[in-house]
């Protein structure tokens, strides 16, 4: 980053490289000059003009707005993350489909709404005391955090005879 010292006061100002060739003040004496040229004017009195902020209150303000924008921008992500956990983002293991899952239902109609579920219990010699029950489980190959939804369903020779959820 370049300098330049005030050729009233003596200075030292940081300027950005845009700012060589232009007209700047010196915060200390109020002298006005072009670092290139060195080109010179002075500032009227300051009873008659109100005085412009000065070159360390811009640079401090910059920094102050980095740090609200930083922290809108996290505030944003974290709404963002609180709302996509909460949003039925589960796919197909959401409350519509649960409640479309009747008794009688085969297992592959229950499958044509809720996907392929992982069988829990296999159905055993006494269907009705063993039924065969399987877990319908939402995120099973994503980063999830807690128990994500799940969807159960119990068949008894290929119908479904009992259902239940949990986290929807």
């Known amino acids: 980053m370049p300098t330049t010292t005030c050729p009233n006061c003596g200075r030292i100002i940081p300027l950005e ?4 060739s232009i007209w700047i003040q010196c915060a200390k004496c109020d002298l006005e000059f072009v670092p290139t040229t060195g080109e010179m004017r002075s500032r009227p009195s300051k009873a008659s003009t109100p005085v412009s902020p000065s070159r360390e209150n811009t640079r401090g303000d910059r920094v102050w707005s980095w740090i609200v924008e930083f922290v809108v921008c996290l505030a944003v992500l974290v709404l963002f993350s609180l709302l996509a956990y909460r949003l039925p983002i589960w796919g197909k293991i959401n409350k519509s489909n649960y409640e479309k899952i009747h008794n009688g239902m085969t297992e592959s109609q229950v ?12 159905e055993r010699r006494f269907p009705v005391m063993f039924p065969k029950k399987v877990e319908y489980r939402a995120g099973r190959h994503r980063f999830v955090i807690g128990d994500p939804p799940s969807i159960y369903v119990n068949f008894v020779e290929g119908k479904v005879t009992a259902k239940d959820q949990s986290g929807l």
């Open 17 to 20: 490289m845009e700012e060589l």
């Open 111 to 122: 499958e044509a709404i809720l996907g392929e579920g992982r069988v829990m219990f296999p």
